[in-house]
């Protein structure tokens, strides 16, 4: 007996100092249980969770730079990045679009505020003032404009991920016109580049259990449990259909690529349990890019549509946006008609794609859909203060999947997705190491083809290849 007691305290101990799933899982239950008894030591924890999502923040820009413009050059062709581009769109549209006839349905359906009988006049409307500093989300105009860099430095300093790839599609079209000849210490210096972030996120990613254990002590050390008695029925609702629209998105999956989403839950574990611990998805941007890669996916296609996905790709905001609305108009007493419904709708499809990294978005959202509609007072937006950052992990959890489906399914559909690599590492039987998942080309080459098996193994037949999907 004593030996068996000693051979699992040596087993734990070596899972605690090699596995960062178990750190990290450790991290998030002492984090509760700190948060529980000891409240104000617990929300004073804080920075330890911040401090880590501003060392993630300051690599992010440089590393899709470096990601987008080596993928430009190793494809050598800048019209398939841009198809790339209006398929990610296309998906995206039509993703968050489903997400919010969900919810819509959901809300419907469940009536998570009936009942609540809430006089809005006793809500404070400075609340949500305070919430969202005074901002408002940009109009349709105005984000297209800020999605352009007027300084290649500002874009990298204010940390504006679409105007870095739109300099790193520039970089990356220059460098195809001019050639490997004419630049040939060009391109090897970025891809270093991009290995030196690389490495510099694996040492960022050993401080990643204190990060969790600051970000859920203060979560649970300032909000309590308490929140779960009075929203239970608005917080079950919403965790329950993000958990429905990840199960469409599992179908989605399978269909165009034949790859499984629970397998690819199971090989992303550390960075989906480090985002819901942070309530951040920026966190595990950098880690997601090395893994997507290393599953098959091209550089290209997972350097322009993850990134892109986190400004235009929000499905899990948008359920918890749209079963909001209608939770609001229900708890005071407001029946909203068909044709309001639709607005809501037609509103979060506009609202929701400016919301990336604007303080407060989904309060700014959710007012503009209040004004919008006309019937539901701007200080019932209120209701949801208490419940807000609870919601954190439903919508990072399913932000987070929603685009990296995403790129899986443009990746095939643009051809620039390996099958064969991506089900081998989701299996298991291959390390999920990043590799190259197609060759080298010189700069200036034309269509990229589907990328081909690793070398040790030859190309699949085509029946061959129907077998083994089967």
Known sequence: ??????????HAGRLLRTSLFAQVLVALVVGVVVGRL?????????????????LIKAVIAPLVFCVVVAGITKAGDLKAFGRIGVKAL?????????????????????????GMHVDPASLDKGAVDAKTGGGQLPSAAQFVLESLPNSAVGAFAENSLLQVLVLACLVGAALLHLGRQKVPQLLPLIEQAQDVVFTIVGYLMKLAPLAVLGATAHLVGEYGLGAMSTYG???????????????????????????????????TREELL????????????????????????????????????YSF???????????GTLFIAQAIGVDLSPGQQITVVLVLMLTSKGMAGVP??????????????????AAAVALLLGVDRIMDSMRVATNLLGNCVAVFAVSRWEGALDRVTAKRVLNGEQPAQPTETAPAQHLGTTQPTEAAPPAETAPPTEAAQRTHDT
Request: with cysteine; proline share 5%.
């Open 274 to 309: 480090l985002a819901l611990g942070t309530g951040s998805s920026e966190t595990v941007m950098p880690r997601m890019m090395e893994k997507l890669r290393a599953a098959g996916c091209r550089d290209d296609a997972v350097g322009l549509v993850l990134p892109t996905g």
């Open 1 to 10: 007996m004593p030996h068996a007691t000693g051979t699992f305290v040596r």
């Open 90 to 114: 296309i998906w995206f549209e039509a993703a968050t679009s489903i997400a919010l006839v969900i919810g819509l349905l959901a809300g419907n359906v469940f009536a998570p505020g009936a």
């Open 233 to 267: 029925k608005l917080i079950a609702v919403c965790y329950g259909v993000a958990l429905a629209f990840l199960v469409l998105l599992g179908l989605a999956l399978k269909a165009v690529t034949g790859l499984s989403l629970w397998k690819f839950v199971r090989y």
């Open 360 to 377: 407060g978005s989904a309060f700014l959202a959710l007012s503009a859909t209040a004004s919008a509609l006309g019937v539901i007072p």
């Open 38 to 54: 000891w409240p104000q030591a617990g929300s004073s924890l804080q920075p330890l969770g911040d401090g880590f999502v501003r």
């Open 313 to 323: 790709n929000l499905d899990g905001a948008s359920i918890y946006l749209s079963i």
